[in-house]
T-cell receptor
């Protein structure tokens, strides 16, 4: 069974602290995505990770991918309140002529001022 | 402006009354997909389409139908809605991995909140 597991599912942290969200998946994958969702809004793309060892950074967020461990991380540096949102990872599984996308359950991040 | 549009944005209906949620994209994307989002379950893929006239089941296809007669449109059809289909639905589009669109992410529509009484 294809599974994508995120942890933690809920994270409350103070401004200025660092933290990491983990995304484990159960099968080989060609691409991994990170999305952000604000309450009542749609999903916004953050990162696309395409290969083992890929690292991407945007502001205080940095994402990495280890395809051998089937693990991606989203690291938050010196968190600020504006980063409060729900973060999803999603794995793109391409097999023959199929192309399914499996999402994790999301990590709700609450940053306290 | 590049976008994915969905209509309606909100819908309250009754059990058994057929409905269609429309989805349209203006980016000439091959890949289109429908998801439902439920509290604590994240997003689950209902159906996807890799190109015109090509559709495949995602993880939770039961009770739904789709069609892809044109590249830009991918409607979601509920022939006989039931209360367990009450959810927030998102349509998304992207370039296709199989067509070499390796670097593109999905672009999401604004969502349709459906309530089935």
């Amino acid at each position: 069974e294809l599974k994508v597991e995120q942890n933690p599912l809920f994270l409350s942290m103070q401004e200025g602290k660092n933290y990491t969200i983990y995304c484990n998946y159960s099968t080989t994958s060609d691409r991994l995505y990170w999305y952000r969702q604000d309450p009542g809004k749609s999903l916004e793309s953050l990162f696309v990770l395409l290969s083992n060892g890929a690292v991407k950074q945007e502001g205080r967020l940095m994402a990495s991918l280890d395809t051998k461990a089937r693990l991606s991380t989203l690291h938050i540096t010196a968190a600020v309140h504006d980063l409060s949102a729900t973060y999803f990872c999603a794995v793109d599984i391409v097999r023959n002529r199929d192309d399914k996308i499996i999402f994790g359950k999301g990590t709700r991040l609450h940053i306290l001022p | 402006e590049a976008q994915v549009t969905q209509n309606p944005r909100y819908l309250i209906t009754v059990t058994g009354k057929k409905l269609t949620v429309t989805c349209s994209q203006n980016m000439n994307h091959e890949y289109m997909s429908w998801y439902r989002q439920d509290p604590g379950l994240g997003l689950r893929q209902i159906y996807y389409s890799m190109n015109v006239e090509v559709t495949d089941k995602g993880d939770v296809p039961e009770g739904y139908k789709v069609s892809r007669k044109e590249k830009r449109n991918f409607p979601l059809i509920l022939e006989s809605p039931s209360p367990n289909q009450t959810s927030l639905y998102f349509c998304a589009s992207s370039l296709s991995a199989l067509a070499g669109g390796y670097t593109d992410t999905q672009y999401f529509g604004p969502g349709t909140r459906l309530t089935v009484l």
